[in-house]
DNA sequence: TGGTTGACGGTGG
DNA sequence: TCCACCGCCAACC
């Protein structure tokens, strides 16, 4: 059972990452909270990390602040992909995180 | 089965 | 604004 509820967090959360659209971000918190785990932000970047799929966009997700994260040390790609979908950075972070920030909650 | 790891979040100094 | 500590959760050995 427990490994239902795992897999089906997994799920959600490649799903929740699937949906952010091109030019936008989403913070590990954001994704845990989809995936309904709030405080899974730390499972999230597991997840991602073991399953960096291509059909996953893993470099629109971000740390919470507007940081970029780990993202296997290499953020300088990561931040390069961003500025590709027009995300504006302001340094290491993010220019605008409230911005480019998805918002599952509709209004 | 149990302990360790790690692409995090929030708070305090 | 930056660094360190603690808490949380899934994957891996």
Do not use: W
Request: glycine share 12%.
């Amino acid at each position: 059972m427990s490994r239902s509820v795992r897999a089906d967090f997994t799920a959600r959360v490649l799903s929740a990452v699937r949906r952010i659209p091109r030019g936008r971000v989403a913070t590990y918190g954001d994704v845990a909270a989809i995936a309904g785990r709030p405080r899974a932000a730390r499972a999230v970047g597991n997840i991602m990390r073991t399953c960096a799929r291509p059909d996953v966009p893993c470099h629109r997700v971000v740390a919470a602040g507007g940081r970029l994260g780990g993202y296997g040390g290499s953020e300088t790609v990561k931040r390069a992909l961003l500025v590709a979908e027009g995300v504006q950075f302001r340094g290491k972070r993010l220019a605008d995180l409230k911005t480019v920030r998805i918002r599952h909650r509709a209004c």
